[in-house]
């Protein structure tokens, strides 16, 4: 199994750039995540999955969109990068009472 | 809301030092505690992790308690060595019904330790 993978590594955009950060594990987990990382503030949840078509809101949503079509994947968009979005971006999956499992993480630079 | 505390770091300490890193949690009902573990340029690891009250998690020598009664998980090793230099978080994951995937993570402790 490759386990939780995330593309790019690293990203840089200008103000107003629209941009999709990638997902994907292959483990048949049922709920998938994607978490910030921020100095000093830990790991915060933005938006989260319990299944393919079913999504909601974690702590810090806004400026980002998801959708599930798939078990598999799991993508989330900029729509609008805002320096304030700077961060490096974690991708998480789990299956029903089981170990969250994190991908490698993406850095993100918005200038 | 969940929240979870931990010590304010950086902690540096010598090589075979003892080690405490502090982490007190807010939660509803009966929530699984975890600590994670992060090397330089890497993700996130799970390290151990506890699901109910008095359990004692333990893996690589380090060992955490679940007490409910101080609402506490302290991460503890007896003898650290360079290779533990890490950031270190502790986390909750709440009960039941469609929270299995979110967790709640405290802030972080930068651990360093010297030869």
């Known amino acids: 199994n490759a386990g939780v993978t995330q593309t790019p590594k690293f990203q840089v955009l200008k103000t107003g750039q629209s941009m999709t950060l990638q997902c994907a594990q292959d483990m048949n987990h049922e709920y998938m995540s994607w978490y910030r990382q921020d100095p000093g503030m830990g790991l915060r949840l933005i938006h989260y999955s319990v299944g393919a078509g079913i999504t909601d809101q974690g702590e810090v949503p806004n400026g980002y969109n998801v959708s599930r079509s798939t078990t598999e994947d799991f993508p989330l968009r900029l729509l609008s990068a805002a320096p304030s979005q700077t961060s490096v971006y974690f991708c998480?999956?789990?299956?029903?009472?089981?170990?969250?499992?994190f991908g490698p993480g993406t850095r993100l630079t918005v200038t | 809301g969940d929240s979870v505390t931990q010590m304010e770091g950086p902690v540096t300490l010598s090589e075979e030092a003892f080690l405490t890193i502090n982490c007190t949690y807010t939660a509803t009902g009966y929530p699984s505690l975890f600590w994670y573990v992060q090397y330089p340029g890497e993700g996130l690891q799970l390290l151990l992790k506890a699901t109910k009250a008095d359990d004692k998690g333990s893996n690589k020598g380090f060992e955490a308690t679940y007490r409910k009664e101080t609402t506490s998980f302290h991460l503890e090793k007896g003898s650290v060595q360079v290779s533990d230099s890490a950031v270190y978080f502790c986390?909750?994951?709440?009960?039941?019904?469609?929270?299995?995937?979110?967790?709640?993570f405290g802030q972080g402790t930068i651990l360093t330790v010297h030869p």
């Open positions: 986390a909750l994951r709440p009960h039941g019904g469609t929270s299995y995937g979110k967790l709640t």
């Open positions: 998480a999956s789990s299956p029903t009472e089981g170990t969250v499992n």
